[in-house]
C-alpha cells in the first residue's frame, strides 16, 4: 500500500485516545513516507475516539483548515486515504455500527477511500468492515502490532497477501 503510493497520493495519520491528535498533518506521500518511521512510537491508550478522529480527517482531507492547501481549493485529482489502525472498540462515544457506515459514505462521497487495520482480537471487526466497504475501501485483520507494517507495505487493496478481512 506505501510502497504503491504515487507522488499525487496524499497522507495523514492522527491518534485518537484521549484526544484526537495529528501525528502527520495531510502530506504528499513522498514527504509521508519520510515521516512514517516515526509512527512506531505511538503508544496505545484507553479511550478510543475513532468517530472524532475520523470526522476530523474527512474535513482536512476536504480541503478544511488543516489541509495541504490550507483554505484552498479541494484536494480533487489527488488520491485520498485514510489509513484507521486501532486495536480496540470505539468508547465512551459513537459506538454503533452505523455512525460508521455513514461516515464510509461521507468519505467515498469526498473521493476518500478508507483501510481500516484491527489489531488483536479486541476491536470491532463489523464497525471496520462497514467503514471501509462503505469508502471503497479495504480492512485487515492484523494479529499483533508487528504485522502492520507488513500490511502497510504489502498490502494490495484485497489482492494477494494480507487477505482482506482475513488473519494476517
Known sequence: MLVSMSPNDVMAVDT??????AVLLTTPAPKALERAKHLDKVI???????????????????????SLFRRGPPLSG????????TDGEPWPYYTEEHWYE??????????ISITAIG????YNEKILYKLASASGGTWYHAADI????????????GRGPPRRGGRW
Do not use: C, H, W
Open 16 to 21: 485518537f485516545d484521549e484526544r484526537v491528535k
Open 44 to 66: 496505545p491508550s484507553t479511550y478510543i475516539f475513532l468517530n472524532q478522529a475520523l470526522s476530523k480527517e474527512l474535513d482536512d482531507l476536504a480541503a478544511g483548515s488543516g
Open 78 to 85: 489527488y488520491v485520498k486515504r485514510i489509513v484507521l489502525i
Open 102 to 111: 455513514s461516515l464510509g459514505r461521507t468519505a467515498a462521497s469526498y473521493g
Open 119 to 122: 489489531v488483536g482480537y479486541d
Open 146 to 157: 508487528s504485522d502492520v507494517s507488513q500490511i502497510l507495505m504489502q498490502g494490495s487493496g
